[in-house]
C-alpha cells in the first residue's frame, strides 16, 4: 500500500524520531472517497489544535496539500496521518529545532459487517480505565498504549467495539469511537476535558444537531445513565454510526433519533 | 553515532512499526563504561517485566548478547535501547503475528556539571502533573508525552531537573529520576503502582539499603512532607544520585545519608 514521509514515497523513517521515542506526536484516520478526503477540515481542525497545545510547528497548507495529492493516487481507502515532532537528541526536551516530521499511510477500507450499521453492535466492558490527564485529553496524540490493552481484552468478533470508562467510573468512549446517548429526544455525550479523543465525527454530528435544533447535553456520564438511557450509539470517521445493541446483558433498540442520524450522514456525506 | 536495528547496522526502520503508531513498546537507557553495559541484570529484568505486562515476547537471550556486543563497539557512553511490538496492520489490537523489534542508539556521556553530584541541583516545580494509570504505572514505556510536556516547562540551566507531582499533588519522582527522601536515618520512597517509573537506580539502591541495614518506607509522600524532610535526592542510572540542594525558596544540605549512599555508588559502581 501506498506510504509516504514528508510527501514522498518512503516505507521508512529515521530512528532518531520522537514519534517513536516518546509517541510525541499527533494522527488522524481519514476516509478517502472518489480520491477526496471526507472531513478535511475537521481532521486538519483538530490537528491544528494537537499541534498548537504540543508546540509542534505544523506547515498547515503543506500538509493540506499532501493529504489531497495523497488521496488523488490512494483513490479508496484509508488514509493514516501521523505528524510528530521530528528527529530529536536523547531526553525529553521539546527543542525548537527538530522539523515535525509528516506521516502517510494508505490501507484498504475496513470490512466492518454492513450489520454494524443497520442492526447495531455489541460493546464489550473494556475493564481497562482511562488516565485522566487534562493536559492530553481531546488530543488524537500518539500515546495511545491504553487503547491497545483494552483492544486486547477481547478477541471474540462478536463484539464490534469495547466500552472504556474512566477511572472513577465514568462512561467516556469505545476504544475507537465516541459515544452518544439518547435520552427524551436529547443527545448527551461525554465530556472530554479529563480523557478521552474529541473524535471528528463526534464533532459533525454536534454541528448537524445544533442545525437541526437537536439538544444535546456535553458532560458526566455515568454508567447507570449509560443502562437506562433510550438509545445508544458510537460513531467514527470511517464507519459514521453504529447502534449499540448490547452490552453486559442490556439491550437497546437502534432507536428513531440513532436512524435519523444515520440518515443525515448518508445523505449529507453519502455514507 | 551507532546505531542498530534488530542486531544489525541501521539507522531507519518500518513506518508501521507500533512504537510509532502508539507508543507500543519500552525503552533502557544504560550506562556503557569501559565497553560494559552497567547494572546490565537490572536493565533486563525490568524489561523483561514490562514486556511480561505488555504481552511482548522478547527473545531475553538474544537481547542480552546484542547489548554486550553493542557496549563493546560504543565502548563509553550512553546505550538507548527501544523495544517495541513490531509493525501492526491498521488498528489497536496487539495481534500475535507481530514480531518485536529491537533498536539501539549510542551517544556520548552525557554532559552534567560535575557540581550536581558535588554540591546538588535545584528542581524546577513541573505543574504538570502525572496521570494514575496503574496498568501502566512502573513501566518505561513509550507513552511519555507527560515527560515532553514537563521538560518544556523550563529553559533556565540552574534547574537541573524538575518535580512531578500526581493529580493529587503527591510527590512521585523527577522528570528523568527517581527521588528519595531521607528522615530521621530512614530512606522514603514514592511507592509507585499508580504512576511513574521505577528507575534502575533506584531499585539498586534500594537493595543497598537493605545491606546496609538502612531503614526504607516506600509509599506516599506529600508535598509537605518532601519540604519538611533533612535530605533529599534524585538518583538514575547514568548519573547516579545529585543531592537537591533547593525548590522553591526550600533549601536542603546535601546530608550524611546522602553522600553515604554516594560513597557506596563510588565504590561499587566507580561512579
Known amino acids: 500500500m501506498l506510504r509516504w514521509v514528508d510527501g514522498r514515497p518512503s516505507e521508512t523513517l529515521s530512528s532518531l524520531d520522537r514519534g517513536l521515542a516518546y509517541g510525541d506526536g499527533l494522527f488522524e484516520t481519514i476516509a478517502v472517497r472518489s480520491a477526496r478526503p471526507r472531513l478535511l477540515e475537521h481532521h486538519l481542525a483538530r490537528l491544528a489544535d494537537g499541534c498548537r497545545r504540543l508546540s509542534i510547528p505544523l506547515d498547515q497548507a503543506l500538509l493540506r496539500a499532501e493529504l489531497l495529492a495523497f488521496a488523488t493516487q490512494l483513490g479508496e481507502g484509508v488514509a493514516k496521518l501521523v505528524v510528530t515532532r521530528g528527529d530529536g537528541a536523547r531526553g525529553y526536551a521539546p527543542l525548537g529545532a527538530a ?5 502517510l499511510f494508505g490501507s484498504p477500507w475496513p470490512s466492518y459487517a454492513p450489520a454494524n ?6 460493546l464489550f466492558p473494556c475493564r481497562t480505565r482511562l488516565a485522566e490527564q487534562p493536559l492530553l485529553a481531546g488530543m488524537k496524540h500518539l500515546n495511545r498504549l491504553e487503547q491497545v490493552i483494552a483492544r486486547g481484552e477481547w478477541q471474540e468478533p462478536r463484539y464490534a467495539e469495547g466500552l ?3 477511572m472513577s467510573g465514568r462512561v467516556v468512549e469505545g476504544v ?4 452518544f446517548l439518547v435520552r427524551e429526544g436529547r443527545l448527551i455525550t461525554a465530556e472530554l476535558s479529563r480523557c478521552g479523543v474529541a473524535g471528528v465525527m463526534r464533532a459533525w454530528l454536534l454541528e448537524q444537531a445544533a442545525e437541526q435544533q437537536i439538544l444535546v447535553e456535553i458532560r458526566d456520564v455515568d454508567y447507570d445513565e449509560l443502562l437506562a438511557t433510550d438509545e445508544v450509539f458510537l460513531c467514527n470517521s470511517l464507519y459514521g454510526i453504529w447502534p449499540v445493541r448490547r452490552l453486559e446483558g442490556h439491550v437497546w433498540p437502534a432507536g428513531a433519533l440513532t436512524r435519523k442520524l444515520q440518515g443525515i450522514l448518508r445523505t449529507l456525506l453519502d455514507f
Chains 1, 2 share one sequence.
Open 99 to 103: 522539523t515535525p516530521r509528516r506521516l
Open 176 to 179: 475507537f469511537s465516541n459515544l
Open 117 to 122: 450499521v443497520s442492526q447495531g453492535v455489541e
Open 164 to 166: 472504556m470508562r474512566d
